[in-house]
């Protein structure tokens, strides 16, 4: 079993972590997830073989001359695809003459003017051309045909069909496939015992499967979005500035299923060489179209038909030109993909490096101990020497990570917020602007709480010193407090060892985590919040102290295993005046009793 | 029918830590099986899920429809069987014939005095 974004995928035959087998609704919910991934790999793939047939079909066409007659660009104004390359040739076949326009077998229209001027440049008129003929069909003929790359496009659509769809296809077989069921619970138990740590490899291309198509899309989306649009605006740095000017400029409208979306289209001209180039290339941010127009047509307003302005034109590849070659506010788009990219990832890595889930590691903190196949305990440990111990959670790292949470929740919020007003220009809905102003009231909350976070860290700290590291049952150890800095901001300083018992366990889709206390001393301070004399006096308050950790012979022991713990800790609280109070938690280790009796 | 059994040498199954858990596997197969295996388990119930770790095993191969074996685990120093109000872990000898059916488990306790420590 394993578990992919708070979703746990739990193979049918397989058993949980009770030793149960799956049940039918677990072995139907894993058949329709996994039948996703099937019929999607199906659909692509079939487009893949569906044009390498036909390209490959071509391989059979025969060459044949041709004489250029005619080149050039039409543009389809209604269409979101305007520019249609046109190259009108005629040949010769079987001694008749033929004249004929068709390019290649796929629609040639394009929305990028670089990807057809480069035909009317490859076919100037009057230039000599080899055209492929349809020998069944002399009047059928193409400029140009595929050749590797549909065979490689066969290949790439049996890997993706194999991997895609086959293994989603393998394990939805391997959930319903009928096994030797055993027919009394003692061979189930015997089954349970048998396959106790071998589901662990399932988990492991489960997760790396999952996590693998989310790495791929995310990576994939961030080369295209992010790091590609970022490399050509550095290039573009070099290119030559020249004067140019704007034939076209269009807002063009995209209907889709959650409203309808733009992307302009500005055509500028431009001389370069002594020959004179196209292109409708607005700036490097790789994004297909957006909402909102109305910023659009700002753009297009700046650009209008006839409009003379500078273009930044590549002096090796003139046909590679553009208007804006700095950054512009679509390139936050590139931001988009990081976290696809950064959870497959994580995924990945988790399901092949993640925490021995076999349990067999109780002792906590254990680092070495967690690949050995048997537990061990080593009675050495208690006799550590003194440690100052560490805080649970870093007051830095806590507010750091808050930070840069409210930061980002707000930076798309904020964004989202800026375009959306932007664009309505007082035209606008009721229910997208409570939707966001609720997103960032949570974003303005979180600001506070990483503020409070920041307070907090420069709130005093009590430090703690053990006499050893670990301590077993019935033992004891030398506690020394002491707040360096400016003790006189703490009034009280309450310190107590606290065991609980914490129990990790799934509910529904969420995993939940439940805890106990069952053991609470005050070691300094007072349970009910007074003060207590020898802590605080009129005008001095004690910045230190010591006292005897000890540690009750007939409870349990620190204990840590994958969903269930036994942990000790000491809580810190210290009350500052005008301040927000910190509050720390430091982890102890609680030994077994060492045999032979407490130390 | 498979049948197996396990029996401990301490007739009270509660255990000190450090203290040998030693005792007998007796089995009578209906098919032939490649080995039997004994295992010292630790595990956990209660509302969290599962966890297991097995902390020895013994295997005997090419083992006859019935038989009897010994096994000597040392002893363990944890964790000790206790019950809280979440969480309970306990230990068993676990024997398992393979293949087949064959299954036995007993359970036993580890503390300092022998019974579950409750919390």
Same mark, same amino acid.
């Given at each position: 079993m394993t578990s992919v974004m708070g979703i746990k995928i739990q193979l049918g035959s397989r058993r949980n972590t009770s030793g149960k087998p799956a049940s039918i609704l677990g072995k139907l919910m894993t058949t329709v997830f996994l039948s996703a991934f099937v019929a999607a790999g199906v659909f692509f793939s079939t487009m893949v073989f569906d044009n390498a047939g036909k390209a490959i079909d071509q391989q059979a066409w025969v060459e044949h001359p041709a004489t250029i007659v005619s080149s050039g660009i039409d543009i389809?104004?209604?269409?979101?695809?305007p520019y249609i390359p046109r190259v009108e040739y005629t040949y010769t076949h079987g001694g008749s003459d033929y004249t004929n326009s068709t390019t290649t077998t796929s629609n040639p229209a394009t929305r990028n003017y670089r990807e057809a001027q480069a035909y009317t440049l490859d076919y100037p008129p009057g230039g000599q051309a080899t055209v492929y003929v349809n020998p069944d069909q002399p009047s059928e003929s193409v400029l140009k045909i595929e050749t590797i790359a549909s065979l490689g496009s066969v290949a790439f659509g049996v890997l993706f069909l194999s991997l895609f769809s086959g293994i989603p296809l393998a394990i939805i077989i391997g959930t319903w496939w009928p096994r030797n069921r055993a027919k009394s619970q003692q061979g189930k138990r015997a089954h349970a015992a048998r396959n106790r740590g071998k589901d662990k490899l399932g988990g492991i291309v489960i997760g790396v499967l999952f996590g693998g198509v989310f790495a791929v899309a995310g990576v994939g989306m961030l080369i295209f979005m992010t790091i590609l649009p970022l490399w050509r605006t550095a290039i573009a740095q070099t290119w030559n500035q020249v004067p140019c000017v704007v034939e076209r400029s269009e807002l063009l409208r995209f209907e889709g299923d959650d409203g309808p979306t733009y992307r302009i289209d500005i055509l500028y001209t431009y001389d370069f060489a002594g020959q004179t180039y196209g292109s409708n290339r607005y700036s490097f941010a790789s994004i297909g179209s957006s909402s909102g127009h109305k910023g659009k047509q700002k753009v297009l307003n700046q650009y209008s038909v006839g409009h003379q302005t500078a273009c930044y034109v590549d002096p090796g590849d003139p046909t590679n030109a553009v208007l804006e070659r700095g950054l512009t506010l679509a390139n936050l788009w590139g931001l988009f993909p990081i976290p696809f990219a950064a959870i497959g990832l994580f995924v990945i890595y988790f399901s092949l490096f /993640?925490?021995?889930?076999?349990?067999?590691?109780?002792?906590? /903190? /254990?680092e070495k101990q967690k690949r050995q196949a048997v537990s061990e305990y080593a009675i050495g440990d208690s006799e550590d020497g003194p440690v100052t111990l560490d805080p649970t959670a870093s007051r830095r790292k806590s507010f750091i990570g808050m930070l840069f949470f409210a930061l980002v929740w707000n930076g798309i919020v904020g964004t989202i917020n800026f375009f959306f007003w932007k664009d309505a220009a007082g035209d606008w809905d009721l229910m997208p602007a409570i939707f966001l102003g609720i997103f960032q009231l949570i974003g303005l909350i979180l600001i506070g709480v990483a503020i409070r976070k920041l307070l907090v860290m420069f709130a005093p700290h009590v430090v703690l010193e053990l006499s050893r590291q670990a301590i077993p049952l019935g033992g004891s150890a030398d506690l020394r407090w002491r707040i360096p800095g400016t003790p006189g901001r703490v009034t009280k300083v309450t310190i107590k060892l606290i065991g609980e018992e914490s129990a990790t366990y799934k509910r529904g889709t969420d995993t939940v985590t439940d805890t106990e206390t069952f053991y609470v001393q005050v070691l300094v301070g007072s349970e009910d919040g007074g003060s207590v004399p020898e802590y605080r006096s009129p005008g001095r308050v004690m910045d230190s102290g010591d006292e005897i950790l000890a540690i009750p012979l007939e409870t349990m022991h620190s204990f840590e295993a994958e969903h269930n713990k036994i942990l000790w800790k000491l809580e810190v609280k210290a009350d500052v005046p005008r301040w927000p109070d910190p509050k720390d938690t430091y982890p102890l280790t609680v030994l077994p009793m060492p045999i032979g009796g407490a130390s | 029918m498979a049948t197996m059994t396990i029996q401990l040498d301490r007739e009270d199954r509660a255990y000190v830590p450090g203290e040998p858990i030693t005792g007998r596997v007796q089995w009578d197969l209906d098919q032939g099986s490649e080995r039997v295996t004994v295992r010292l388990i630790w595990q956990t119930s209660g509302k969290g899920n599962r966890d297991t770790g097995v902390v020895n095993e013994t295997q005997w191969d090419r083992v006859p429809l019935s038989g009897e074996r010994a096994f000597d685990f040392p002893g363990v120093e944890g964790p000790y069987s206790f019950s809280g109000k979440l969480i309970t872990v306990g230990w068993l000898i676990e024997a398992v014939a393979e293949p087949g059916e064959g299954y036995a488990e007993q359970s036993f306790s580890v503390s300092p005095t022998g019974s579950e420590v409750a919390i």
């Open positions: 389809d104004a209604s269409s979101n695809e /993640g925490k021995d889930k076999t349990g067999n590691n109780w002792k906590p /903190g /254990g | -």
